[in-house]
């Protein structure tokens, strides 16, 4: 497991950064806004409501110009398969790798380190192997599904599923 030397977080609500930075002090910074919580970050991780919020926060790192060349954003949201493409592609612009990371597994798997992460990353891509360690923190299970959009292809279908057992 790579080991924790530096995290900033951001959330809108300061509280969970702040708890953070107080669990672990001099690893962990609560930053101020979403620009200063990826200025010089190899690896960005969001987990958002949406694809259009994960669109409006690549939209501002890359007007900021806060994206840091040769990093990887490892997309935990729920998002839409096509979406993903377009997120993709701008970042890619700005010279940074966009992987889908969907998870399942509920905030019981998230607490217990126990997620199915299911990965969107072009076969043989090097990011592919820089992302496998850093899901492993909080995924048990990692699958790559094919490239980018898949992994939010499939969760989608599992939701379907899911729902029609239920």
């Not at 987990?47 to 994206?67: F, Q, T």
């Not at 399942?104 to 592919?128: D, K, Q």
């Not at 899901?135 to 790559?144: G, L, Y």
């Amino acid at each position: 497991a790579p080991e924790l030397t530096a995290l900033s977080v951001f959330d809108l609500s300061p509280a969970p950064g702040q708890e953070l930075e107080g669990s672990y002090a001099g690893k962990v910074t609560s930053a101020a806004d979403v620009a200063a919580a990826a200025a010089g970050a190899e690896v960005i991780l969001t987990c958002l409501p949406r694809s259009s919020n994960v669109k409006s926060v690549a939209d501002e790192l890359i007007s900021k110009k806060a994206l840091a060349p040769g990093s990887v954003w490892i997309d935990c949201t729920s998002g839409d398969p096509t979406f993903a493409s377009t997120i993709a592609a701008m970042l890619d612009e700005a010279g940074c790798t966009y992987v889908d990371a969907a998870v399942s597994g509920g905030p019981a798997g998230a607490a217990a380190g126990t997620l199915t992460a299911m990965l969107g990353v072009p076969e043989g891509s090097p990011h592919m192997e820089h992302a496998r360690p850093l899901v492993a923190q909080f995924a048990k299970n990692i699958v790559h599904c094919g490239p980018v959009g898949a992994g939010f292809a499939i969760k989608a279908v599992n939701n379907t599923m899911m729902a029609a057992h239920i």
